[in-house]
């Protein structure tokens, strides 16, 4: 097997599974763009197998410490191992990450499930060569039309199908009536101590979907490919988050859907709605603004900038008999007037799209975070709430706490954190891979004037 040799000191030897460019040695046997290599150090030992592109930064990103190919029965045990990851922390099967990259040991594989309708992403050149592959494992662990019985995982002893202990007579759509409808609320019962979960198919999967748009790929020297890779996607798909029923659309939303990294931080936020005014900046589908006027706010305001989005939000509004005024408009924009016209706002969420997907922008990345927290400094009432999120792996909980400290001094404010905000669960954090931690916030309350 052709490989690499890796310098002594790389980042590699300390935990992580990226090999830089400059973090190598010695090429040998020629391997071809998306191979699977080996990796050895100087003294020749193996330290792993990996996926291989020279056009990429990363030029290796390890999958295992042993030889190891890329195969069906590959795909299957580590999308397995997942599922029974998420099962293991009661997380709802139907509506969540199912596999989560460098983080399931899949690197540049990204699997988002909505009901019966998974989202793929696959980011990187060799998964994206192995979409075939993938499918089929998919297919063959979450079960689908065609597919006569569940395949046992050898390496755990799982059948790797759909919810830990659920019967098909306890699924989800199925006790509600719903057959398109996806609860957040869900999650799997507790498993006994020292028992291996069996996991029953609770529905099968109905449609995979590739949504490869993310700038990403471009690293990788890959083209975006969206489209139908099995199966059909359902004219309307509706799930439920924080007691919303919301209307998703798996072609064109942002990210593969719905922001699924959010969704325990909905009723979180919405616990503190009730009496307050309330703004929601970079609304997308409406979900926290939504939120809000359920758990009681007088008044809700949503703004986006994205046309489509906003009418999303509007239609999600109308679903729930909700009352909520969505502005189409810059952020920037309506925040800069606001504050002119002298406005005030009891609660404002800030939840914008990354500012920077490279290390190299986080200068101006840091301009735009600390513009839209001087100025809803300067909007927020006494005993405000400011609730501040970012999800760019370049900011880091260091940095953007600093960024917020340095707008509270130049909007002459003082505030308490009353707590800190991290990706869900089915996000999952590798220490020794810090790229996996991308998600922060902050939830603050503004302090009387001194």
């Known amino acids: 097997m052709p490989g690499l040799v890796v310098k002594p000191r790389a980042r590699i030897f300390h935990g992580h599974d990226w090999v830089f460019r400059g973090e190598v040695l010695k090429v040998f046997g020629q391997p071809n763009d998306g191979d699977v290599i080996s990796l050895k150090d100087g003294r020749d030992h193996l330290i792993g197998s990996a996926i291989y592109n020279s056009r990429s930064q990363i030029v290796a990103r390890r999958f295992s410490r042993r030889k190891q190919g890329l195969d069906l029965d590959f795909f299957e045990r580590r999308i397995a191992q997942a599922i029974e990851y998420r099962a293991r922390r009661k997380l709802n099967p139907r509506l969540c990450r199912v596999v989560w990259s460098e983080s399931d040991g899949l690197p540049g594989v990204i699997v988002d499930r909505y009901g019966d309708h998974l989202v793929l992403q696959t980011p990187t050149l060799a998964m994206d060569q192995r979409k075939d592959l993938i499918v089929s494992a998919l297919r063959n662990v979450l ?121 325990p931080n909905y009723e979180l936020i919405a616990a503190h709605a009730r009496g307050r005014r309330v703004l929601d900046c970079f609304t997308s589908q409406g979900a926290f603004a939504l939120a809000c006027a ?37 952020v920037f924009q309506f925040l800069r007037a606001a504050e002119k016209s002298g406005e005030r706002f009891d609660l404002i969420i800030l939840d914008p799209p990354s500012f920077t997907k490279t290390k190299s922008g ?56 009353l707590r800190r905000f991290e990706q869900a669960l089915d996000h999952p954090i590798l220490p020794t891979i810090p790229e996996t931690e991308y998600f922060r916030g902050v939830l603050l309350e503004m302090m009387p004037g001194r």
Request: hydrophobic residues 40%.
């Open 362 to 417: 986080l200068r101006d990345a840091l301009r735009g975070y600390k513009e839209l927290h001087l100025r809803a400094f300067n909007l927020l009432a006494p005993g405000g709430l400011l609730a501040t999120f970012s999800c760019s792996h370049h900011v880091s909980a260091e940095i953007f706490e600093k960024m917020i400290a340095d707008a509270l001094v130049d909007a002459r404010r003082s505030a308490r954190r």
């Open 143 to 263: 079960g689908g039309p065609g597919i006569s019985s569940p395949r046992r995982d050898r390496s755990t002893g799982v059948s790797p199908v759909g919810t830990a202990g659920v019967s098909p007579a306890q699924d989800p759509s199925e006790s509600s009536g719903l057959a398109n409808t996806v609860s957040a609320a869900g999650g799997t019962p507790a498993i006994p101590t020292g028992k291996m979960p069996v996991l029953r198919p609770s529905s099968p999967i109905r449609s995979i979907f590739e949504r490869n748009d993310a700038i990403v790929r471009r690293a990788e020297g890959l083209e975006p490919s969206n489209g139908i890779l099995w199966g059909e996607l359902p004219n309307e798909l509706e799930i439920e988050v924080a007691g919303l029923k919301l209307e998703i659309d798996l072609l064109h939303a942002q990210k593969t859907g719905f922001y699924l990294d959010q969704l």
């Open 294 to 330: 359920r758990g009681g706010a007088t008044e809700v305001i949503g703004v986006e900038v994205g046309g489509e989005s906003i009418r999303a939000a509007e239609q999600n509004a109308a679903r729930n008999q909700l009352s909520v005024c969505f502005i189409e408009r810059d």
